[in-house]
């Protein structure tokens, strides 16, 4: 069913957010699980590279290039 929507709310703009938020999901889940990982920490919850490599038993240093290797995938 539709959802209400607010009197500012364009459905063409929800439209493509939600088609990038897809095409985000499906890019992500083609990562290797390690570099995923780290995005998923990192820019999903924000967390600070100290608090990522302390998560999934690496460096901070190594979180950094395991970012960069994401970024340059997607």
């Known amino acids: 069913f539709l959802k209400r929507r607010g009197p500012n709310i364009d459905p063409e703009?929800?439209?493509n957010s939600q088609e990038l938020k897809n095409k985000l999901?499906?890019?992500l889940a083609k990562?290797?699980?390690t570099l995923r990982d780290v995005v998923a920490l990192r820019d999903l919850a924000?967390?600070?590279y100290k608090?990522?490599?302390q998560i999934?038993?690496?460096t901070p240093a190594t979180a950094r290039v395991y970012r960069h290797k994401a970024l340059r995938l997607l």
């Open 46 to 48: 924000e967390m600070p």
């Open 51 to 53: 608090n990522v490599a």
């Open 25 to 27: 999901r499906n890019c």
């Open 13 to 15: 703009n929800e439209l």
């Open 56 to 58: 999934l038993g690496i």
């Open 31 to 33: 990562l290797p699980d």
